[in-house]
């Protein structure tokens, strides 16, 4: 049985209205109970936009995620949050973590964030529809880290995973979460030893190890660089879904890499969540039937990174095409 | 007063160019984008805020002034918004809630003549300092910056901007400026673009005669190292505050002047004088005060006026601390230099 399906992953643009609420609460000029209500509104405007496109499978949008790290890292024992750093090649700056003392997760509203977003997402969808919630991985965090506490990287993935991760994916689970969407670009970024990858490679398999023990599925996301990149590598990851970024420069042979680690599921990024132009419908339909014919049995299409460094307006118009094209493909195959 | 000339005090401050708008300005700019307000009187508010704001710097000290870009709402939009083929469709997000319209290209890029001319020429006349500071969004970081819809390659877009940066240094040129600033604050972040872009800078600033300086903030230094002889400017402006003076290692062999980065300008608490001299003597292990420029990290334009002013007094309090020591072993000025080492 072969599975293709559209998905929204990561961040949707934070629009300016959203961006108003935050000044305005920490202003003082509104309510926490009315910032909250506005946050649920525009998470609802988000999901309706995404039933309208065909889209069931996706995220909240991140609406009150300043990036991949924020805010979680400021419920983190051991963080301290230090001055901005550039998300890896883009014009897109976040708070690093500067990791003072042993990491240890605390009391966050992460949880009760995802609970209010699956009933909004069931208000809109009724119960056709999966809700991921978005993590960072533990080796992106650690990568991305200004370590002043740990005598070596590996501790450092190692705890990310161990006292700050795990038990957040455990709380989540406690509130109805089924699908984990862990964004590892660090992973195929680079400017590492082949040594330390092989380390964060081997902490990240031991967080779907956990995932799976604790029947929650996990989506594996890298972007910018190709995972391809991993070659070897990649067998130890091949339980989780994993996201392959179709728009990085250094993508090489992916239908012969499909094949060789037997990879039977993947997300594509096929959306070009860096560029306004809009992708070409024949182009995704000749990419997944490409990897059909590779062997994958699970096709997920979607955008191959955060959609923060698009206008909200092409974001929109992106999904809305993403949609019409997965679901337009899906009806051929099964009419064939 | 001819360029050769001009000295400026040993540890000259400057800024690196935006600046904090004043509420009034705010208003005015919100009043004509409703259409309450006419475009001239806009004008008029522009030219008042630059003279406040001059005003701010000079009463803080600072000895090279900018206008604040106060005309300016973003760095590389403000320059699409005045070279041909360009197109907006919204704002994007930078970090937190800040945003800026990122353009996109959609055609040929054409130059549509000049783009900060009257910016130098207003300064020039409301500043009473000796040299100002014009600052130019470079080539690399406009193509960066952009949505590439039209060109083949950000190098071919590129290229062609820095045609359009070359012609409008020459013009500032041509009108006396002495002191033009690149920004170029994408530069390293793509590494293996290093090489093309080092060139596009180079074409951008070649054949002008005055002093050129290249802004670089929150990027990988390391990146930067190994084309510190290559770049044609006579000045690097780094980021090291927010970086808590991490990183001033690369600095060693730097064979122009530096401009440096004293004073963090994402963070509200104000600096003290102390701060400031230790982290000048700090970098003066790599680079001699013969060398050296004191700037904030980057723009202010995100800071409340009144922190903005404190940050750039105290900033000047503490050059004060290590020119005194410095005036006692005899170095007490420098001169206003555009070649592209510092010997």
């Known amino acids: 049985m072969v599975v293709i399906k559209a998905c929204m992953n990561g961040s949707y643009p934070r629009s300016k209205a959203v961006a108003r609420l935050y000044s305005r609460l920490s202003s003082g000029k509104l309510s926490i109970e009315d910032f909250e209500e506005g946050i649920r509104?525009?998470?609802?405007?988000?999901?309706?936009?995404?039933?309208?496109?065909g889209v069931r499978l996706f995220t909240d949008?991140?609406?009150?995620?300043?990036?991949?790290?924020?805010?979680?890292?400021?419920?983190?024992?051991?963080?301290?949050?230090?001055?901005?750093?550039r998300f890896f090649d883009n014009n897109f700056f976040f708070r690093a973590p500067k990791v003072v003392g042993k990491l240890d997760?605390?009391?966050?509203?992460?949880?009760?964030?995802?609970?209010v977003s699956i009933s909004i997402a069931k208000r809109v969808f009724g119960d056709d529809f999966i809700l991921k919630q978005v993590i960072p991985g533990p080796f992106t965090l650690a990568m991305n880290s200004i370590n002043q506490y740990y005598?070596?990287?590996?501790?450092?993935?190692?705890?990310?995973?161990?006292?700050?991760?795990?038990?957040?994916?455990?709380?989540?689970?406690?509130?109805?979460?089924?699908v984990i969407e862990v964004h590892e670009p660090s992973l195929v970024w680079g400017n590492v030893s082949s040594e330390v990858l092989r380390y964060g490679v081997k902490e990240v398999s031991e967080l779907i190890k956990f995932c799976k023990h604790l029947g929650v599925d996990i989506w594996l996301l890298t972007y910018f660089r190709s995972l391809t990149n991993l070659n070897g590598l990649v067998s130890d990851l091949v339980d989780a879904i994993l996201g392959i970024d179709f728009f990085s420069k250094d993508l090489k042979r992916p239908y012969v890499f499909m094949e060789e680690y037997g990879i039977k599921r993947v997300m594509l990024g096929l959306i070009d969540s860096r560029?306004?132009?809009?992708?070409?419908?024949?182009?995704?339909?000749?990419?997944?039937?490409?990897?059909?014919?590779?062997?994958?049995?699970?096709?997920?299409?979607?955008?191959?990174?955060?959609?923060?460094?698009?206008?909200?307006?092409?974001?929109a118009k992106k999904i809305r095409k993403l949609g019409r094209v997965v679901n337009k493909l899906l009806s051929s195959l099964l009419g064939d | 007063m001819g360029l050769k000339e001009i000295e400026l005090p040993v540890l000259p401050t400057t800024v690196i160019g935006s600046y904090p708008r004043p509420k009034w300005l705010r208003e005015i700019i919100k009043g004509y984008r409703r259409g309450r307000i006419k475009k001239e009187y806009l004008e008029e508010a522009f030219n008042d805020a630059v003279v406040v704001v001059v005003r701010d710097q000079e009463e803080a000290g600072i000895d090279i002034p900018s206008d604040g870009e106060q005309r300016r709402d973003e760095m590389v939009e403000y320059f699409a918004e005045r070279i041909g083929g360009f197109k907006f469709y919204g704002p994007v997000r930078v970090w937190g809630n800040n945003y800026f319209r990122k353009p996109a290209v959609v055609s040929r890029i054409s130059y549509r003549g000049p783009i900060v001319l009257n910016e130098?020429?207003?300064?020039?006349?409301?500043?009473?300092?000796?040299?100002?500071?014009?600052?130019?969004?470079?080539?690399?970081?406009?193509?960066?910056?952009?949505?590439?819809?039209?060109?083949?390659?950000?190098?071919?877009?590129?290229?062609?901007?820095a045609k359009i940066v070359n012609m409008e240094i020459k013009k500032l040129e041509e009108v006396g400026a002495l002191y033009v600033q690149v920004d170029e604050p994408a530069l390293t972040t793509h590494p293996d673009e290093m090489?093309?872009?080092?060139?596009?800078?180079?074409?951008?600033?070649?054949?002008?005669?005055?002093?050129?300086?290249?802004?670089?903030?929150?990027?990988?230094?390391?990146?930067?190292?190994?084309?510190?002889?290559?770049?044609?400017?006579?000045?690097?402006?780094?980021?090291?505050?927010?970086?808590?003076?991490?990183?001033l290692e690369i600095l060693k062999g730097l064979n122009k002047e530096l401009g440096f980065g004293v004073i963090d300008v994402h963070n509200l608490r104000i600096e003290t004088p102390d701060e400031v001299a230790k982290a000048i003597e700090k970098v003066m292990n790599y680079v001699r005060p013969e060398c050296l420029y004191i700037n904030p990290d980057c723009g202010l334009k995100l800071l409340p006026r009144s922190i903005a002013k404190e940050k750039l007094r105290v900033m000047v309090e503490g050059v004060k601390i290590v020119r005194k020591k410095l005036i006692n072993k005899g170095i007490e000025t420098i001169p206003l230099r555009t070649s592209t080492t510092c010997p």
């Open chain 1, 41 to 53: 509104n525009h998470t609802k405007k988000f999901f309706e936009l995404l039933k309208n496109s």
């Open chain 1, 61 to 85: 949008g991140m609406l009150r995620w300043d990036d991949i790290f924020n805010p979680l890292i400021r419920y983190v024992n051991g963080v301290k949050i230090n001055g901005l750093v």
């Open chain 1, 105 to 115: 997760i605390s009391d966050n509203p992460i949880p009760k964030w995802f609970n």
């Open chain 1, 151 to 178: 005598s070596n990287l590996h501790e450092l993935i190692h705890d990310w995973r161990v006292n700050v991760l795990e038990p957040l994916i455990k709380s989540l689970v406690s509130v109805g979460l089924s």
């Open chain 1, 275 to 315: 560029n306004t132009l809009m992708e070409k419908a024949s182009m995704i339909r000749r990419v997944v039937s490409r990897v059909l014919d590779a062997g994958v049995n699970e096709v997920y299409v979607g955008n191959n990174a955060p959609m923060d460094f698009i206008p909200e307006v092409i974001a």
């Open chain 2, 120 to 161: 130098y020429l207003f300064l020039r006349k409301v500043s009473k300092a000796k040299v100002v500071k014009v600052t130019i969004t470079g080539p690399y970081t406009m193509a960066d910056w952009s949505f590439n819809e039209y060109y083949k390659s950000k190098e071919e877009l590129a290229s062609e901007l």
């Open chain 2, 195 to 247: 090489d093309w872009a080092v060139d596009i800078i180079n074409k951008a600033v070649k054949g002008v005669n005055i002093k050129v300086g290249l802004h670089v903030c929150y990027s990988d230094y390391r990146v930067l190292k190994p084309y510190f002889d290559e770049l044609k400017v006579s000045q690097l402006a780094l980021e090291f505050a927010n970086r808590g003076f991490r990183d």
